[in-house]
């Protein structure tokens, strides 16, 4: 079974917005992305953060992934490991820091939210600017 985040019902759905309407950001990711029940169960469990700024990764992520025809693809952001379906715009599992070995995926994408440098660099060793 899957949900829509913040949990949206499939039947409350409203009417996608007319040209020229704006929804709020937060409606829009509603629409966007969903998290199957193992997913969310999975972020529950592990206390993994779900902010704003992560789902605005995902999002972004998902569009990168869309565009570069990846189906069921990993999107790593701040260590944090989602397991994407890619066309259903769906969370499939999440992990964080932790060792795993990941199948079946055609493509993977890592990124960085605001609030985390990207000079940390791979492995925690410091980037050197040119």
């Given at each position: 079974?899957?949900?829509?985040?913040?949990?949206?019902?499939?039947?409350?759905?409203?009417?996608?917005?007319?040209?020229?309407?704006?929804?709020?950001?937060?409606?829009?990711?509603?629409?966007?992305?969903?998290?199957?029940?193992?997913?969310?169960?999975?972020?529950?469990?592990?206390?993994?953060?779900?902010?704003?700024?992560?789902?605005?990764?995902?999002?972004?992520?998902?569009?990168?992934?869309?565009?570069?025809?990846?189906?069921?693809?990993?999107?790593?952001?701040?260590?944090?490991?989602?397991?994407?379906?890619?066309?259903?715009?769906?969370?499939?599992?999440?992990?964080?820091?932790?060792n795993r070995v990941f199948t079946h995926i055609d493509s993977a994408l890592f990124m960085n939210t605001a609030g985390r440098s990207a000079?940390?660099?791979?492995?925690?060793?410091?980037?050197?600017?040119?």
């Amino acid at each position: 079974m899957i949900e829509r985040v913040r949990g949206i019902a499939e039947g409350s759905r409203s009417s996608p917005p007319q040209k020229g309407s704006a929804l709020p950001f937060e409606r829009i990711l509603d629409q966007e992305i969903t998290f199957s029940v193992h997913a969310r169960r999975r972020l529950e469990e592990r206390a993994i953060p779900l902010s704003q700024e992560v789902r605005e990764k995902l999002e972004e992520g998902l569009r990168t992934l869309e565009a570069k025809g990846g189906r069921t693809s990993l999107i790593v952001i701040d260590g944090v490991a989602f397991v994407v379906n890619v066309p259903e715009r769906t969370v499939i599992t999440c992990v964080e820091n932790e060792n795993r070995v990941f199948t079946h995926i055609d493509s993977a994408l890592f990124m960085n939210t605001a609030g985390r440098s990207a000079e940390s660099g791979a492995c925690g060793r410091g980037v050197r600017k040119p």
